[in-house]
């Protein structure tokens, strides 16, 4: 405000009346008449002014005119309007600056972490390709050595140097055949020596699978898994040899059974591995064979989704509904089909909501119970050499 009313005084300064005691010539007569006008004219500006300042007791009057107050102001205004503006644009170009900043340091700090993930996957690369070539050198120089040509050669070979034999994975090679595959071996169920052909515990393998999969086996051998059609067949068709059967059950409730076949092959592939089974004895029935001819599984080809060999030509009726593929009708699995039958125990649900929560769907119709079929909640298909001629 100082600078304000030193522009004040300024304007105000040629209006103001001379000293007094001061003499005036000749010369100077001219500039006091012009002073003495604008007095008079400053007098009469002031006397309207006035009127707008009349009070309630008496008169104020304006010192200043009020226009130059108003201008006064405007500018004092508008000069704060500037320094304003101006602030604001130096703190918005001070705050893009900031972000700016920010953002290029996150693009560095990302660019920095791209590049040390792009050298990791190459480490990984490189670390798998060569513990790659080192399996392929060790196991073309060092071939892996079987164990034996079946769990029961195996328990049969061990059986004199080693007390307790364990169950585990173990390297089998059949005779006649030209490689070898590593197998499951109970080796502390009746006995021992028993190979593990199939096996459904959690239902965290999915039996959905195509004619291709059940040839050659799949899943976890310590877990669910389905050793193959092909390593069956080298097993079972080794000369002269028996294999015997056993198909181990145990309910939802915890109630356990069997079904055991004293003889079991399977023919080659040329004939879909087609199942021969012995005499039965268990507790579990003779779901293989069911109670009518037409449900009799034994001899029957194996079938899948993509390979139907099921008997149903053109179509079965089974619960007055007509089927095509009973590998379909049990959810895509694969099995000795014969119209269907009263045992699948590859069998899965088609909905885990609708079946309780089951992770299964296993059927050997012949286990009754209050003359329904038993839930079965697991089961385990293995087996063993029976007996050699000499």
């Not at 006995?191 to 965290?204: I, P, S």
């Not at 053109?314 to 009708?329: H, K, W």
Request: hydrophobic share 30%.
């Amino acid at each position: 405000m100082n600078k304000m009313w030193i522009t004040i005084l300024l304007l105000l300064a040629p209006h103001l009346p001379p000293a007094a005691n001061t003499s005036v010539d000749k010369g100077d007569s001219t500039t006091l008449t012009q002073s003495k006008i604008l007095n008079q004219e400053f007098a009469e500006a002031t006397g309207r002014d006035q009127k707008h300042f009349e009070g309630g007791n008496g008169r104020e009057t304006c010192s200043i005119p009020c226009d130059i107050t108003a201008k006064l102001l405007r500018d004092e205004k508008h000069s704060f309007c500037g320094h304003l503006q101006q602030s604001l644009m130096t703190f918005g170009r001070s705050t893009r600056k900031l972000v700016r900043d920010v953002m290029e340091e996150q693009q560095r700090a990302l660019d920095f972490l791209t590049s040390q993930v792009t050298e990791l996957m190459t480490k990984v690369q490189a670390l798998s390709s060569e513990v790659q070539r080192n399996n392929i050198e060790m196991y073309s120089v060092k071939p892996v050595q079987s164990h034996g040509r079946d769990c029961s050669d195996i328990k049969d070979n061990l059986i004199s140097v080693v007390p307790k034999i364990p169950s585990g994975i173990y390297i089998v090679h059949p005779e006649n055949t030209d490689s070898s595959f590593e197998v499951f071996c109970e080796m502390d169920y009746m006995g021992g020596g028993w190979t593990v052909m199939q096996k459904r515990m959690d239902g965290l393998t999915n039996f959905r699978r195509p004619w291709a999969d059940y040839v050659d086996g799949f899943g976890h051998l310590p877990g669910e898994h389905w050793l193959g059609l092909r390593k069956v067949f080298h097993i079972v068709n080794q000369k002269e040899t028996r294999f015997q059967l056993h198909i181990a059950l145990v309910s939802h409730d915890e109630t356990t059974s069997y079904a055991s076949y004293d003889d079991f092959r399977l023919d080659n592939e040329t004939l879909f591995y087609s199942i021969h089974l012995g005499r039965y004895a268990g507790s579990a029935g003779d779901a293989f064979r069911g109670y009518e001819q037409e449900q009799n599984q034994d001899t029957a080809p194996f079938s899948a989704s993509d390979v139907d060999n099921d008997g149903c030509i053109p179509f079965c009726s089974i619960n007055n509904q007509t089927v095509e593929s009973c590998s379909m009708l049990h959810n895509q699995t694969g099995w000795w089909f014969n119209q269907c039958g009263l045992a699948n125990l590859n069998g899965s649900p088609e909905d885990p909501e609708q079946n309780k929560g089951e992770s299964t769907h296993i059927l050997w119709n012949t286990w009754t119970q209050n003359g329904l079929p038993h839930s079965i909640k697991s089961v385990t298909m293995k087996i063993r050499r029976i007996t050699t001629n000499n």
